[in-house]
């Protein structure tokens, strides 16, 4: 009996920092998605759905002083991987301790991958197409072409966060077995777990699909906070 408690002792305070860093990862990733996501409009990157967007693509596309802004975001939406990644596997371990043999931390593990694969599309037909235009000389911009590549970027991000709701899901159905978890963030999670999974109903009106997946952003930022404030309450 001695002899268990140590060893016990010792895990515990090695998972604590993990989560912490989990955390600070999920506010990091929470933060580079909104500065390459709803930024993007204050750059002047024109959506598809704009009346105008066939016109205002082609002369955004083929604007040569647009270059380097479109490399600094492209560049800056590596960081939604480099953070998301500690971010998905805390919560995944997070998860499997709740329940060790329970297809919980499977779906965030399997989740967060489509996630991070329909992300990287994303950025590939969005800025990376920009960036295409302009370091192939010989390239001739289609407009018509540009807008269906346009289209496939965002369809592609709303049918790869189904993959994310399937984490919040089973991350919140975690935390409901857990004695330190507040029920509205279960709550939350919840809801924003069903709305991700109802979004790509809404492919066809993107301004309503954006909306739906603000519930996701508030709690990544609120699971995020909760997991690095848990662990300094822990150890008091």
Request: charge should be positive; glycine fraction near 8%; aromatic fraction near 8%.
């Given at each position: 009996?001695?002899?268990?408690?140590?060893?016990a002792s010792a895990t515990t305070t090695e998972r604590l920092p993990s989560l912490r860093v989990a955390g600070l990862s999920g506010l990091?990733?929470?933060?580079?998605?909104?500065?390459?996501?709803?930024?993007?409009?204050?750059?002047?990157?024109?959506?598809?759905?704009?009346?105008?967007?066939?016109?205002?693509?082609?002369?955004?596309?083929?604007?040569?002083?647009?270059?380097?802004?479109?490399?600094?975001?492209?560049?800056?939406?590596?960081?939604?991987?480099?953070?998301?990644?500690?971010?998905?596997?805390?919560?995944?371990?997070?998860?499997?301790?709740?329940?060790?043999d329970g297809l919980g931390a499977d779906i965030v593990l399997l989740g967060g991958g489509l996630f991070?694969?329909?992300?990287?599309?994303?950025?590939?037909?969005?800025?990376?197409?920009?960036?295409?235009?302009?370091?192939?000389?010989?390239?001739?911009?289609?407009?018509?072409?540009?807008?269906?590549?346009?289209?496939?970027?965002?369809?592609?991000?709303?049918?790869?966060?189904?993959?994310?709701?399937?984490?919040?899901?089973?991350?919140?159905?975690?935390?409901?077995?857990?004695?330190?978890?507040?029920?509205?963030?279960?709550?939350?999670?919840?809801?924003?777990?069903?709305?991700?999974?109802?979004?790509?109903?809404?492919?066809?009106?993107?301004?309503?699909?954006?909306?739906?997946?603000?519930?996701?952003?508030?709690?990544?930022?609120?699971?995020?906070?909760?997991?690095?404030?848990?662990?300094?309450?822990?150890?008091?």
């Amino acid at each position: 009996m001695s002899t268990a408690r140590p060893a016990a002792s010792a895990t515990t305070t090695e998972r604590l920092p993990s989560l912490r860093v989990a955390g600070l990862s999920g506010l990091a990733m929470l933060a580079a998605i909104i500065v390459n996501g709803p930024l993007a409009a204050v750059r002047g990157v024109p959506q598809y759905w704009d009346p105008n967007a066939s016109t205002a693509i082609a002369a955004r596309l083929g604007d040569a002083a647009a270059f380097p802004a479109s490399i600094a975001f492209f560049f800056l939406s590596t960081l939604i991987f480099v953070f998301g990644i500690p971010f998905i596997a805390g919560l995944r371990r997070l998860v499997r301790e709740q329940s060790p043999d329970g297809l919980g931390a499977d779906i965030v593990l399997l989740g967060g991958g489509l996630f991070f694969g329909a992300g990287l599309l994303s950025e590939v037909l969005s800025t990376g197409f920009s960036i295409v235009v302009q370091s192939a000389p010989s390239y001739v911009l289609d407009a018509n072409a540009a807008l269906a590549v346009q289209a496939l970027q965002f369809a592609a991000l709303v049918q790869g966060q189904v993959g994310l709701g399937l984490v919040l899901i089973a991350t919140s159905i975690a935390l409901a077995r857990s004695a330190r978890a507040p029920m509205w963030l279960v709550a939350l999670g919840l809801l924003a777990g069903v709305l991700d999974l109802l979004r790509p109903l809404a492919a066809a009106n993107p301004p309503l699909a954006i909306g739906l997946f603000l519930p996701t952003f508030v709690w990544i930022a609120a699971v995020s906070t909760w997991l690095v404030r848990t662990r300094t309450s822990v150890e008091r």
